[in-house]
């Protein structure tokens, strides 16, 4: 089975976050990767209803070969992969991406599946037993976007970004996370 992603056109550089490297990252940036809570929360704390989410493709399909090794998945294995727009009064906050392991759509995970345009931290950080198992920081730059994101969102420069291992009930999901220019400028 291929491996599609509307976002990309290659694999950004994942690197595990450790503390010698948050001094490398401006403090705009740093503000939202080093987020503890939900970011969609942030976001709702600062604009309110108006945060909104654009499902810009969701399948299954074979995750990305560091995804796949971060989850511990077989390589013939698919995910379901949905990547989105996380925004508010029309300007583009957050590009995300979520790989869910079949595994973990089961029983009352389920309704991971079917979020439809409501934002996965909803759901995931109202879990009581959500737990944050590992972090790992990454600046992609321009060319590993896709044609289609880069004209979009006008990325002409390097964006930061997060994926963290997600646990519910012990099952595993990874979501990754892409600060646009107008996150890092607002003051939330």
């Known amino acids: ?24 990252i401006p403090a705009s940036a740093q503000s939202w990767i080093y987020e ?3 970011l969609t929360q942030r976001l709702r704390d600062y604009y309110g209803d108006a945060v ?6 969701q399948q299954r399909s074979r995750p990305f070969f560091s995804e796949r090794r971060l989850l511990k998945l077989d390589n013939a294995r698919h995910s379901l992969v949905r990547e ?18 079949e595994k973990t759509l089961k029983g009352a995970q389920r309704n991971l599946a079917r979020l439809g345009n409501r934002p996965l931290g909803e759901v995931i950080f109202s879990h009581p037993r959500l737990e944050r198992l590992e972090m790992d920081i990454t600046r992609v730059q ?8 880069r004209e979009s969102y006008h990325l002409e420069q390097p964006l930061w ?19 646009l220019p107008e996150v890092l400028a607002a003051h939330c």
């Open 1 to 24: 089975m291929p491996i599609h992603s509307h976002l990309f056109l290659t694999e950004p550089a994942w690197r595990t976050s450790r503390p010698g490297c948050r001094r490398l």
């Open 36 to 38: 503890p809570d939900s």
């Open 52 to 57: 909104s989410v654009a499902v810009l493709f």
């Open 84 to 101: 989105v727009l996380l925004y508010a009064e029309d300007r583009p906050l957050i590009l995300a991406r979520t790989v869910i392991p």
């Open 142 to 149: 321009p060319h590993n976007w896709s044609q289609r994101v």
């Open 161 to 179: 970004g997060r994926r963290t291992v997600y646990a519910l009930q012990h099952r595993q999901l990874l979501v990754s996370e892409f600060f």
